[in-house]
């Protein structure tokens, strides 16, 4: 019997993972009952593009870069009445900041965010904090895929993570809809979302 060539396993595998990973993305994101589903699943699989380690680290800086985003995309919807002229806007100062810290890679998803915003015209709580899961779940799912991938020698721990990373990430979720109601400026989400990147760097480590 001819074997697989190890080039082609490898394809087939990223593009089982892709597309498995980018439909459950955006089944949860209908879970939860998202606005623009389809964008969740998008994500995963251009996370899912890399490698282990880039995919943790590109993960983080999705998140971060997405805070920043709203902020210029805040200033654009509230201070430029024409659509037109202040997506472009957002998109010159989006393409600025992440070109500047050469973090091209979150441009996608950011500029795809922020289409959001401008063609539903709703720059509510409601609506950043679609967003911002719209996100979470893509990553999320991304990196859980790539661990599955390099720990399957290992199943038990791969639950294991799995179940402190859920863990971690409905905590998260409850803190943000605290922090977007009270605006409590005293509020340990962003260090408990840097916390959740560490220990996620620490699960890949561990399997190196």
């Known amino acids: 019997m001819i074997g697989v060539p190890i080039g082609l396993k490898r394809n087939l595998q990223l593009a089982l993972k892709i597309s498995l990973g980018s439909s459950l993305a955006i089944l949860l994101a209908g879970q ?3 606005a623009n589903a389809v964008s969740a699943g998008t994500i995963t699989l251009l996370t899912l593009m890399n490698s282990k380690s880039e995919t943790v680290r590109l993960s983080f800086y999705r998140l971060i870069t997405f805070a920043v985003c709203v ?4 200033v654009s919807f509230v201070f430029i009445d024409h659509m037109a002229v ?3 806007v957002y998109v010159f100062f989006t393409v ?3 070109d500047f810290f050469n973090l091209r890679a979150t441009i996608s998803v950011n ?4 289409a959001h915003f401008f063609i539903n015209q709703d720059f509510s709580e409601a609506a950043i904090r679609n967003e911002f899961i719209l996100v979470l779940i893509g990553v999320v799912l991304a990196i859980v895929l790539n661990l599955f991938q390099y720990n399957k020698h290992d199943r038990k721990a791969l639950v294991a993570s799995m179940r402190q990373t859920e863990e971690d990430l409905r905590n998260i979720l409850k803190q943000i809809a605290y922090y977007l109601r009270h605006a409590d400026n005293h509020s340990p989400v962003w260090t408990d979302i840097k916390n959740l990147e560490d220990r996620l ?3 890949i480590q561990d399997d190196s």
């Open 96 to 98: 600025l900041f992440a």
């Open 32 to 34: 939860f009952g998202l």
């Open 201 to 203: 760097h620490g699960y």
């Open 111 to 114: 500029v795809v965010a922020g």
């Open 86 to 88: 202040a997506f472009g």
């Open 71 to 74: 902020i210029i995309a805040g």
